[in-house]
Protein backbone atom coordinates (compact mmCIF):
# COMPACT_ATOMS: atom_id res chain seq x y z
CA UNK A 1 0.00 0.00 0.00
CA UNK A 2 1.08 3.48 -0.85
CA UNK A 3 1.95 5.84 2.54
CA UNK A 4 -0.08 8.62 2.87
CA UNK A 5 1.69 11.57 2.61
CA UNK A 6 2.11 13.74 5.69
CA UNK A 7 2.51 17.79 5.22
CA UNK A 8 5.43 19.20 7.26
CA UNK A 9 3.91 22.79 8.47
CA UNK A 10 7.42 25.08 9.96
CA UNK A 11 6.93 27.19 12.25
CA UNK A 12 10.61 27.72 13.69
CA UNK A 13 10.21 31.50 11.89
CA UNK A 14 6.81 32.12 13.83
CA UNK A 15 6.46 29.97 17.29
CA UNK A 16 10.46 28.85 16.95
CA UNK A 17 10.78 32.49 17.27
CA UNK A 18 8.74 33.18 20.07
CA UNK A 19 11.21 31.06 22.32
CA UNK A 20 11.95 33.73 24.73
CA UNK A 21 15.82 34.84 23.51
CA UNK A 22 15.67 33.28 20.09
CA UNK A 23 14.78 36.90 18.41
CA UNK A 24 16.63 36.73 14.13
CA UNK A 25 16.46 39.62 12.12
CA UNK A 26 14.89 39.42 8.58
CA UNK A 27 18.38 38.05 6.88
CA UNK A 28 18.60 35.36 9.24
CA UNK A 29 15.17 34.21 8.27
CA UNK A 30 15.56 34.31 5.00
CA UNK A 31 18.41 31.54 5.40
CA UNK A 32 16.48 29.50 7.55
CA UNK A 33 13.24 29.91 4.77
CA UNK A 34 15.68 28.74 1.76
CA UNK A 35 17.16 25.81 3.98
CA UNK A 36 13.50 24.43 4.76
CA UNK A 37 12.70 25.04 1.22
CA UNK A 38 15.69 22.43 -0.21
CA UNK A 39 14.94 20.29 2.08
CA UNK A 40 11.34 19.67 1.50
CA UNK A 41 9.11 21.50 4.04
CA UNK A 42 5.27 21.95 2.49
CA UNK A 43 4.53 24.63 4.53
CA UNK A 44 6.57 27.59 5.97
CA UNK A 45 4.85 29.53 8.51
CA UNK A 46 6.65 32.92 8.09
CA UNK A 47 5.51 34.80 10.78
CA UNK A 48 2.67 37.01 12.44
CA UNK A 49 2.72 39.88 10.13
CA UNK A 50 0.32 42.19 12.34
CA UNK A 51 2.47 42.19 15.60
CA UNK A 52 5.40 44.01 14.21
CA UNK A 53 6.19 45.99 10.80
CA UNK A 54 9.43 44.60 11.04
CA UNK A 55 7.60 40.86 10.86
CA UNK A 56 5.54 42.14 8.00
CA UNK A 57 8.33 42.73 6.45
CA UNK A 58 10.39 39.44 7.19
CA UNK A 59 7.25 37.05 6.48
CA UNK A 60 7.37 39.52 2.56
CA UNK A 61 10.45 38.73 1.98
CA UNK A 62 9.80 35.34 2.71
CA UNK A 63 6.91 35.41 0.15
CA UNK A 64 8.88 36.46 -2.47
CA UNK A 65 11.54 34.59 -2.15
CA UNK A 66 10.30 30.76 -1.72
CA UNK A 67 9.07 28.90 -5.04
CA UNK A 68 8.48 25.22 -3.93
CA UNK A 69 6.92 25.50 -0.45
CA UNK A 70 3.46 27.33 0.53
CA UNK A 71 4.21 30.33 2.63
CA UNK A 72 2.02 31.45 5.34
CA UNK A 73 0.89 34.00 7.50
CA UNK A 74 -0.47 34.17 10.84
CA UNK A 75 -3.60 36.51 12.00
CA UNK A 76 -5.79 37.14 15.19
CA UNK A 77 -9.52 36.33 13.97
CA UNK A 78 -9.52 40.65 13.46
CA UNK A 79 -10.07 41.85 9.39
CA UNK A 80 -6.83 44.35 9.96
CA UNK A 81 -5.23 41.12 11.08
CA UNK A 82 -5.90 39.02 7.92
CA UNK A 83 -5.32 42.40 6.01
CA UNK A 84 -1.50 42.44 7.30
CA UNK A 85 -1.21 38.74 6.32
CA UNK A 86 -2.88 38.84 3.45
CA UNK A 87 -0.43 41.49 2.10
CA UNK A 88 2.54 39.91 3.34
CA UNK A 89 1.82 36.54 1.64
CA UNK A 90 0.18 37.41 -1.46
CA UNK A 91 3.18 37.88 -3.34
CA UNK A 92 3.76 34.32 -2.84
CA UNK A 93 3.53 31.73 -5.93
CA UNK A 94 1.47 29.81 -2.67
CA UNK A 95 0.59 31.74 0.22
CA UNK A 96 -1.76 30.82 3.14
CA UNK A 97 -3.57 32.72 5.76
CA UNK A 98 -3.80 31.18 9.14
CA UNK A 99 -6.56 32.39 11.55
CA UNK A 100 -6.44 31.50 15.18
CA UNK A 101 -9.23 31.99 18.09
CA UNK A 102 -9.29 30.22 21.62
CA UNK A 103 -12.29 27.98 21.68
CA UNK A 104 -11.53 26.53 25.30
CA UNK A 105 -13.85 27.86 28.45
CA UNK A 106 -11.17 29.34 30.15
CA UNK A 107 -10.44 31.79 26.99
CA UNK A 108 -13.45 32.33 26.48
CA UNK A 109 -14.54 33.27 29.86
CA UNK A 110 -10.92 35.14 30.82
CA UNK A 111 -9.24 36.55 27.57
CA UNK A 112 -12.72 37.28 25.69
CA UNK A 113 -15.51 37.76 27.85
CA UNK A 114 -17.82 36.37 25.28
CA UNK A 115 -20.43 33.66 24.81
CA UNK A 116 -19.36 29.84 22.71
CA UNK A 117 -22.18 31.73 20.12
CA UNK A 118 -20.10 34.89 19.60
CA UNK A 119 -17.19 33.23 19.13
CA UNK A 120 -18.22 30.91 16.63
CA UNK A 121 -19.44 34.01 14.52
CA UNK A 122 -16.32 35.52 14.90
CA UNK A 123 -14.12 32.24 13.54
CA UNK A 124 -16.70 32.12 10.82
CA UNK A 125 -16.90 35.38 9.82
CA UNK A 126 -13.06 35.85 9.35
CA UNK A 127 -12.70 32.69 7.86
CA UNK A 128 -14.73 34.18 5.14
CA UNK A 129 -13.24 37.10 5.05
CA UNK A 130 -9.74 35.32 4.35
CA UNK A 131 -11.19 33.19 2.10
CA UNK A 132 -12.55 36.42 0.35
CA UNK A 133 -8.57 37.40 -0.64
CA UNK A 134 -7.08 34.08 -1.03
CA UNK A 135 -8.12 30.17 -1.35
CA UNK A 136 -5.80 28.79 0.81
CA UNK A 137 -7.03 28.99 4.71
CA UNK A 138 -6.15 27.53 7.99
CA UNK A 139 -8.17 28.04 10.93
CA UNK A 140 -6.63 27.10 14.77
CA UNK A 141 -9.02 26.70 17.46
CA UNK A 142 -6.65 27.96 20.15
CA UNK A 143 -6.45 25.29 23.28
CA UNK A 144 -8.51 23.04 21.14
CA UNK A 145 -7.25 19.88 23.60
CA UNK A 146 -9.27 21.54 26.21
CA UNK A 147 -12.37 23.00 24.77
CA UNK A 148 -15.50 21.29 25.19
CA UNK A 149 -15.79 18.57 22.32
CA UNK A 150 -19.06 19.13 21.04
CA UNK A 151 -18.22 22.71 20.41
CA UNK A 152 -15.25 22.48 19.13
CA UNK A 153 -16.88 20.14 16.54
CA UNK A 154 -19.44 22.80 15.71
CA UNK A 155 -16.52 25.51 15.07
CA UNK A 156 -14.61 23.17 12.38
CA UNK A 157 -18.21 22.43 10.93
CA UNK A 158 -18.68 26.06 10.43
CA UNK A 159 -15.04 27.16 9.50
CA UNK A 160 -14.86 24.42 7.16
CA UNK A 161 -18.30 25.64 5.32
CA UNK A 162 -16.89 29.36 5.05
CA UNK A 163 -14.09 27.73 3.36
CA UNK A 164 -11.30 26.60 5.49
CA UNK A 165 -9.06 24.05 3.96
CA UNK A 166 -6.81 22.97 6.52
CA UNK A 167 -8.50 22.74 10.31
CA UNK A 168 -5.71 22.75 12.77
CA UNK A 169 -6.05 21.32 16.18
CA UNK A 170 -3.40 22.78 18.78
CA UNK A 171 -2.54 21.34 22.34
CA UNK A 172 -1.44 25.19 22.71
CA UNK A 173 -0.66 24.69 26.36
CA UNK A 174 1.58 21.01 25.84
CA UNK A 175 -1.37 19.45 28.23
CA UNK A 176 -2.38 16.12 26.49
CA UNK A 177 -1.15 12.72 26.78
CA UNK A 178 -0.71 10.87 23.34
CA UNK A 179 -4.13 8.75 24.05
CA UNK A 180 -6.15 11.28 24.89
CA UNK A 181 -4.80 13.62 22.01
CA UNK A 182 -5.17 10.73 19.51
CA UNK A 183 -8.64 10.35 20.69
CA UNK A 184 -9.46 13.79 19.91
CA UNK A 185 -8.53 13.49 16.17
CA UNK A 186 -10.83 10.09 15.75
CA UNK A 187 -13.75 11.84 17.67
CA UNK A 188 -13.46 14.66 15.39
CA UNK A 189 -13.48 12.85 12.48
CA UNK A 190 -16.73 11.13 13.97
CA UNK A 191 -18.46 14.21 14.70
CA UNK A 192 -18.09 16.49 12.20
CA UNK A 193 -19.64 15.92 9.29
CA UNK A 194 -17.62 17.51 6.52
CA UNK A 195 -14.39 16.99 8.09
CA UNK A 196 -12.87 15.29 4.88
CA UNK A 197 -13.16 18.42 2.94
CA UNK A 198 -10.24 19.83 5.11
CA UNK A 199 -6.90 18.83 6.18
CA UNK A 200 -6.57 17.80 9.69
CA UNK A 201 -3.24 19.02 11.52
CA UNK A 202 -1.63 18.50 14.27
CA UNK A 203 0.22 21.48 16.41
CA UNK A 204 2.16 20.24 19.93
CA UNK A 205 3.92 22.24 22.48
CA UNK A 206 6.49 20.06 25.05
CA UNK A 207 5.62 20.96 28.51
CA UNK A 208 5.51 17.27 29.73
CA UNK A 209 7.91 16.59 27.31
CA UNK A 210 4.81 14.51 25.15
CA UNK A 211 5.22 16.90 22.28
CA UNK A 212 6.42 14.35 19.74
CA UNK A 213 4.56 11.89 20.71
CA UNK A 214 1.07 13.69 20.69
CA UNK A 215 1.97 14.84 17.24
CA UNK A 216 3.01 10.98 16.34
CA UNK A 217 -0.82 9.67 17.56
CA UNK A 218 -2.48 12.37 16.32
CA UNK A 219 -1.12 10.96 12.40
CA UNK A 220 -1.44 7.82 13.49
CA UNK A 221 -5.44 8.64 14.29
CA UNK A 222 -5.76 10.94 10.76
CA UNK A 223 -3.98 13.95 11.04
CA UNK A 224 -2.39 14.85 7.68
CA UNK A 225 -0.18 18.25 8.33
CA UNK A 226 1.98 18.39 11.35
CA UNK A 227 3.22 21.66 12.21
CA UNK A 228 6.72 21.89 14.28
CA UNK A 229 9.93 23.52 14.99
CA UNK A 230 13.60 22.47 14.05
CA UNK A 231 15.59 21.30 17.36
CA UNK A 232 11.60 21.77 18.81
CA UNK A 233 12.33 25.23 19.59
CA UNK A 234 9.26 27.22 20.44
CA UNK A 235 7.39 29.19 23.62
CA UNK A 236 8.25 27.83 27.00
CA UNK A 237 9.23 23.84 26.47
CA UNK A 238 9.25 24.35 23.24
CA UNK A 239 7.36 22.72 20.10
CA UNK A 240 7.21 19.32 18.56
CA UNK A 241 10.68 18.92 17.25
CA UNK A 242 10.43 18.44 13.02
CA UNK A 243 13.31 16.44 12.74
CA UNK A 244 12.27 13.55 15.50
CA UNK A 245 8.65 13.25 13.93
CA UNK A 246 10.30 13.38 10.35
CA UNK A 247 12.43 10.74 11.38
CA UNK A 248 10.12 8.47 13.49
CA UNK A 249 7.70 8.49 10.79
CA UNK A 250 10.04 7.31 8.14
CA UNK A 251 11.78 4.51 10.44
CA UNK A 252 8.38 3.38 11.66
CA UNK A 253 6.43 3.36 8.36
CA UNK A 254 5.88 0.06 9.24
CA UNK A 255 3.37 1.47 12.44
CA UNK A 256 2.66 4.84 11.14
CA UNK A 257 1.89 4.03 7.20
CA UNK A 258 3.02 7.33 5.99
CA UNK A 259 5.90 9.71 4.56
CA UNK A 260 6.68 13.21 4.17
CA UNK A 261 8.18 15.42 1.67
CA UNK A 262 11.65 15.73 3.23
CA UNK A 263 14.97 15.46 2.44
CA UNK A 264 16.12 14.15 5.21
CA UNK A 265 19.45 14.41 4.48
CA UNK A 266 19.38 18.08 4.96
CA UNK A 267 18.33 17.56 9.12
CA UNK A 268 21.68 17.81 10.46
CA UNK A 269 22.36 21.28 8.48
CA UNK A 270 19.65 22.88 9.23
CA UNK A 271 19.86 21.91 12.84
CA UNK A 272 22.95 23.54 13.04
CA UNK A 273 21.76 26.73 11.15
CA UNK A 274 18.89 27.41 13.67
CA UNK A 275 21.52 26.62 16.26
CA UNK A 276 23.49 29.31 15.30
CA UNK A 277 21.05 32.00 14.39
CA UNK A 278 18.67 31.56 17.77
CA UNK A 279 22.40 31.04 19.65
CA UNK A 280 20.28 27.69 21.45
CA UNK A 281 22.87 25.18 21.34
CA UNK A 282 21.38 21.48 20.53
CA UNK A 283 22.18 19.47 23.83
CA UNK A 284 24.51 16.22 23.01
CA UNK A 285 21.90 14.11 24.35
CA UNK A 286 18.78 15.34 22.04
CA UNK A 287 17.29 12.86 19.45
CA UNK A 288 18.60 12.61 15.73
CA UNK A 289 20.68 15.98 15.91
CA UNK A 290 22.34 15.94 18.87
CA UNK A 291 26.25 15.02 19.52
CA UNK A 292 26.17 11.68 20.66
CA UNK A 293 22.80 10.66 19.17
CA UNK A 294 24.90 8.49 16.62
CA UNK A 295 27.82 7.28 19.18
CA UNK A 296 28.59 4.57 20.43
CA UNK A 297 30.57 4.41 23.78
CA UNK A 298 30.03 0.77 25.45
CA UNK A 299 32.99 -1.72 24.02
CA UNK A 300 29.65 -4.33 23.21
CA UNK A 301 27.58 -1.67 21.18
CA UNK A 302 31.00 -0.55 19.35
CA UNK A 303 31.50 -4.32 18.54
CA UNK A 304 28.12 -5.01 17.68
CA UNK A 305 28.27 -1.56 15.34
CA UNK A 306 31.14 -2.93 13.77
CA UNK A 307 30.05 -6.39 12.88
CA UNK A 308 26.72 -5.33 11.74
CA UNK A 309 25.43 -1.96 11.70
CA UNK A 310 21.75 -2.13 12.76
CA UNK A 311 22.50 -4.40 15.97
CA UNK A 312 22.42 -1.03 17.67
CA UNK A 313 21.41 1.57 15.10
CA UNK A 314 17.84 2.02 13.89
CA UNK A 315 19.21 4.64 11.35
CA UNK A 316 21.67 5.75 9.70
CA UNK A 317 23.62 9.17 10.77
CA UNK A 318 24.49 9.58 6.93
CA UNK A 319 20.39 9.30 6.37
CA UNK A 320 19.97 12.74 8.36
CA UNK A 321 23.31 14.27 7.03
CA UNK A 322 25.21 13.74 10.25
CA UNK A 323 28.79 14.00 9.25
CA UNK A 324 30.31 10.44 9.85
CA UNK A 325 32.96 10.79 12.40
CA UNK A 326 36.03 9.42 10.44
CA UNK A 327 39.27 10.78 9.84
CA UNK A 328 39.38 11.67 6.00
CA UNK A 329 42.19 14.72 5.84
CA UNK A 330 44.99 16.00 7.65
CA UNK A 331 47.64 17.76 7.44
CA UNK A 332 48.83 16.52 3.75
CA UNK A 333 45.74 16.70 2.04
CA UNK A 334 45.20 19.17 -0.28
CA UNK A 335 42.79 21.90 -1.97
CA UNK A 336 41.34 19.08 -4.52
CA UNK A 337 40.34 16.43 -1.68
CA UNK A 338 39.82 19.39 0.76
CA UNK A 339 37.16 20.42 -1.76
CA UNK A 340 35.32 17.31 -2.48
CA UNK A 341 35.31 16.47 0.98
CA UNK A 342 33.03 18.92 1.39
CA UNK A 343 31.15 18.88 -1.47
CA UNK A 344 30.02 15.29 0.31
CA UNK A 345 28.89 17.00 3.20
CA UNK A 346 26.84 18.89 0.52
CA UNK A 347 28.84 22.22 1.22
CA UNK A 348 29.78 24.24 -1.98
CA UNK A 349 31.36 26.88 -2.02
CA UNK A 350 32.82 29.72 -4.05
CA UNK A 351 36.42 30.23 -4.75
CA UNK A 352 37.06 32.70 -2.58
CA UNK A 353 35.18 31.29 0.18
CA UNK A 354 36.77 28.22 -0.42
CA UNK A 355 40.75 29.91 -0.33
CA UNK A 356 39.32 30.93 3.18
CA UNK A 357 38.03 27.91 4.14
CA UNK A 358 40.73 25.95 2.93
CA UNK A 359 43.62 28.42 4.61
CA UNK A 360 41.42 27.83 8.01
CA UNK A 361 41.71 23.98 7.36
CA UNK A 362 45.73 23.74 6.62
CA UNK A 363 45.92 26.64 10.29
CA UNK A 364 43.87 23.60 11.67
CA UNK A 365 45.43 20.87 10.36
CA UNK A 366 48.28 22.23 11.88
CA UNK A 367 47.36 22.06 15.38
CA UNK A 368 44.84 18.81 15.09
CA UNK A 369 46.22 15.50 14.09
CA UNK A 370 42.56 14.67 12.94
CA UNK A 371 40.12 16.65 10.94
CA UNK A 372 36.74 15.59 11.69
CA UNK A 373 34.03 16.12 9.06
CA UNK A 374 32.33 17.88 12.04
CA UNK A 375 35.47 20.22 12.50
CA UNK A 376 35.59 21.14 8.60
CA UNK A 377 31.44 21.74 9.51
CA UNK A 378 32.70 24.27 11.86
CA UNK A 379 34.84 25.66 9.78
CA UNK A 380 32.63 26.69 6.98
CA UNK A 381 29.51 27.62 9.01
CA UNK A 382 31.78 29.50 11.27
CA UNK A 383 34.30 31.25 9.79
CA UNK A 384 33.87 31.49 6.31
CA UNK A 385 29.97 32.32 5.67
CA UNK A 386 30.34 34.92 8.62
CA UNK A 387 29.57 38.56 6.73
CA UNK A 388 32.76 39.90 5.43
CA UNK A 389 34.65 41.01 8.49
CA UNK A 390 35.58 44.88 9.01
CA UNK A 391 37.93 43.60 11.58
CA UNK A 392 40.20 40.50 11.83
CA UNK A 393 41.72 38.96 14.70
CA UNK A 394 45.94 38.70 13.91
CA UNK A 395 47.31 38.07 16.94
CA UNK A 396 47.00 38.25 20.89
CA UNK A 397 49.16 37.13 24.21
CA UNK A 398 47.34 36.74 26.78
CA UNK A 399 49.13 36.50 30.60
CA UNK A 400 46.60 35.02 33.08
CA UNK A 401 47.29 33.15 36.01
CA UNK A 402 45.32 31.58 39.02
CA UNK A 403 46.06 34.75 41.51
CA UNK A 404 46.70 37.84 39.04
CA UNK A 405 44.87 39.93 37.20
CA UNK A 406 44.30 38.39 33.78
CA UNK A 407 46.17 41.14 30.74
CA UNK A 408 45.93 40.40 27.36
CA UNK A 409 47.02 42.01 24.07
CA UNK A 410 45.04 41.91 21.58
CA UNK A 411 46.18 42.76 17.38
CA UNK A 412 43.19 43.42 14.86
CA UNK A 413 43.49 44.44 11.57
CA UNK A 414 41.36 46.21 9.35
CA UNK A 415 41.76 47.40 5.78
CA UNK A 416 45.05 46.48 5.81
CA UNK A 417 45.95 48.32 9.13
CA UNK A 418 47.22 46.81 12.16
CA UNK A 419 46.18 48.35 15.51
CA UNK A 420 47.20 46.80 18.87
CA UNK A 421 45.98 47.16 22.49
CA UNK A 422 46.17 45.39 25.75
CA UNK A 423 43.27 45.29 28.87
CA UNK A 424 43.22 43.29 32.13
CA UNK A 425 40.42 41.85 33.37
CA UNK A 426 38.23 39.24 34.67
CA UNK A 427 40.08 36.74 33.13
CA UNK A 428 41.50 36.06 29.59
CA UNK A 429 38.24 36.39 28.14
CA UNK A 430 37.01 39.33 29.65
CA UNK A 431 40.45 41.06 29.22
CA UNK A 432 40.31 40.37 25.69
CA UNK A 433 36.56 41.57 24.67
CA UNK A 434 37.85 44.88 26.51
CA UNK A 435 40.88 45.00 24.25
CA UNK A 436 38.61 44.34 21.12
CA UNK A 437 36.25 46.87 22.09
CA UNK A 438 39.16 49.69 22.83
CA UNK A 439 40.63 48.74 18.81
CA UNK A 440 36.59 48.54 17.36
CA UNK A 441 35.11 51.64 19.34
CA UNK A 442 32.12 49.74 19.66
CA UNK A 443 30.95 48.88 23.48
CA UNK A 444 29.77 45.49 23.35
CA UNK A 445 27.77 44.03 26.60
CA UNK A 446 27.89 40.34 26.87
CA UNK A 447 24.60 38.69 27.24
CA UNK A 448 25.32 34.71 27.30
CA UNK A 449 28.46 33.08 26.41
CA UNK A 450 28.63 29.09 26.06
CA UNK A 451 30.86 26.78 24.79
CA UNK A 452 31.04 23.50 23.34
CA UNK A 453 33.49 20.69 21.89
CA UNK A 454 32.88 19.75 18.05
CA UNK A 455 34.53 16.66 18.50
CA UNK A 456 36.17 14.43 21.63
CA UNK A 457 39.67 14.15 22.30
CA UNK A 458 42.15 16.82 23.89
CA UNK A 459 42.60 18.81 20.74
CA UNK A 460 39.06 19.02 19.98
CA UNK A 461 37.69 22.05 18.44
CA UNK A 462 36.17 24.66 21.25
CA UNK A 463 33.37 25.91 19.70
CA UNK A 464 32.64 29.45 21.46
CA UNK A 465 28.62 30.65 20.66
CA UNK A 466 27.98 34.55 22.74
CA UNK A 467 24.99 37.02 22.75
CA UNK A 468 26.14 40.54 22.34
CA UNK A 469 24.22 43.90 22.97
CA UNK A 470 25.34 46.84 21.33
CA UNK A 471 22.84 49.81 21.17
CA UNK A 472 20.25 47.98 22.81
CA UNK A 473 20.30 45.23 20.05
CA UNK A 474 21.61 42.15 20.38
CA UNK A 475 23.27 39.94 18.19
CA UNK A 476 24.02 36.22 18.28
CA UNK A 477 27.68 34.82 17.05
CA UNK A 478 29.65 31.55 16.96
CA UNK A 479 33.06 30.54 16.26
CA UNK A 480 35.69 27.66 17.05
CA UNK A 481 39.14 27.10 17.53
CA UNK A 482 41.43 24.83 19.37
CA UNK A 483 42.23 27.59 21.92
CA UNK A 484 39.38 28.42 23.99
CA UNK A 485 40.40 32.14 24.22
CA UNK A 486 40.88 32.14 20.04
CA UNK A 487 37.61 31.25 19.87
CA UNK A 488 35.91 33.37 22.32
CA UNK A 489 37.46 36.54 20.93
CA UNK A 490 36.78 35.48 17.35
CA UNK A 491 32.93 35.09 18.45
CA UNK A 492 32.71 38.30 19.83
CA UNK A 493 34.50 39.79 16.73
CA UNK A 494 32.34 38.44 14.48
CA UNK A 495 29.40 39.66 17.18
CA UNK A 496 30.92 42.89 16.47
CA UNK A 497 31.40 42.91 12.79
CA UNK A 498 27.58 41.96 12.21
CA UNK A 499 26.86 45.44 14.32
CA UNK A 500 29.34 47.38 12.40
CA UNK A 501 27.53 46.14 9.35
CA UNK A 502 24.38 47.16 9.61
CA UNK A 503 25.56 50.77 11.38
CA UNK A 504 27.35 52.07 8.61
CA UNK A 505 28.49 54.89 10.83
CA UNK A 506 30.37 52.80 12.69
CA UNK A 507 32.49 51.27 9.84
CA UNK A 508 36.28 52.24 11.41
CA UNK A 509 38.07 55.33 10.41
CA UNK A 510 40.28 54.74 7.88
ZN1 LIG B 1 2.15 27.02 19.42
Redesign the pocket.
Known amino acids: MKPDKVLIFDTTLR?GEQAPGASMNKDEKLEIAYALERMGVDIIEAGFPISSPGDFESVRQVAKAIKNSTVCGLARAIRKDIDAAYDAVKVAKSGRIHVFLATSKIHLEHKFKKSQDEILAMAVDAVKYAKSKISNVEFSPEDASRSEKQFLYRVLEAVIKAGATTVNI?D?VGYKTPDEYGQLFSDIRNNVPNINKAVIST?C?DDLGMGVANSLAAIKSGARQVECTVNGI??RAG?AAMEEIVMALQTRSDFYGCDTNINTKEIYKISRLVSKMTGFLVPPNKAIVGANAFRHESGIHQDGVLKEKSTYEIMSPESVGVPVGNLFLGKHSGRHAFKVRLKALGVELKDAELDKAFEEFKKLADQKKQVFDEDLMAIVEDEVKVIKSTWELVDFTNVSGMNKAAKVEVTLKSKGKKVSKSSTGDGPVDACYKAIDKITGVKGELLDYAIQSVTEGQDALGEVTVKVKVDGKSVISRAASTDIVVASAKAYLNAINKVIATVSDRAPKS
Open positions: DPTHHGEN
